[in-house]
C-alpha cells in the first residue's frame, strides 16, 4: 500500500514540475505578491497609451488581483512524544491539502487538509503486555493557515512558511495478542488537535516540521509535499 502511494506521489511530482511548474512558482513562491505592476501587464497583455499618463508623469497601471486553487499531496513520518512514545514508534503518514493562493489574502494561504498517519506499536509495549499486534491509526480532517514570511525574512533562494492547524482526529487502534488481551489498554478515540510547523518552499516543494498538540498522542512530524494548480482565476 505505502509503496502505492509512493509510486504516485512521485509519479505527480514528475508531472507537475513538467506541465505545471511555472504557474505554481508564480503564485506561491515568494515574488508571487510582489508582481502586481510590469510583470502582471506582460502576463495579462495590459497596455497603456500616452493618455494614460497623468501630470506627474506616472503611469496609471491596471491592478490585477490573480490567484489559485491548489492541491498539494504530501509524505512524511510522525514520531510520538511523552506518552504516546511510550506506546508507539515512528510511524509513515500522508495525506492532501486544497489551498487558496490569492494576493489580496497575502501573506495568509488557507488550506483543507485530509491526513492519515500510522503508528506500530513499541517492542518493549507490546512484548510487556503480550501483544502481538499494536497499531495506532490517525484520520484527520480540519483547515490550515499558511503565513508566508517572505515578507520579514528575506531571501534569494527560499520562502520560509509558519503554518497553523486545526483537525478533527480520529484514533482507532488495532490490537490483538495469542493470549488474553489485557485490560486497561488504550483504546478507540475523538479529539481535536492542534500543530504549528515551520518549513521552507524550494520552487513548487515544500520540506517542513510540525509539533502537534493531541492531549496524550502529542507527535513531531516532518513532510514534503508539492504544489500543483486545479485551476487559476
Known sequence: MFKKILFLFFTVITFSSLTESVFSQDILSKDYFRKNSLSLKEKFNINEDDTSKSISGRSKVKKVNIG????????????PMGSFGDQSNAGFLYGFKAELAYNKLYPFVFGFIYENQSFPGNPE????NSLTDFTTDMNNIGGSLDILLNKYIRSNFTSAILSL???YAKVTRTVSSNVEIPEGLPGDVSLITYAAGLGVTLYIFDIGARYTFAKDMKNLSFQMRIHFPLFKF
Do not use: A
Open 125 to 128: 509495549f507490546t512484548t510487556e
Open 165 to 167: 492547524e486545526v483537525k
Open 68 to 79: 489559485g486553487l491548489f492541491i498539494s499531496p504530501y509524505l512524511g513520518f510522525g514520531i
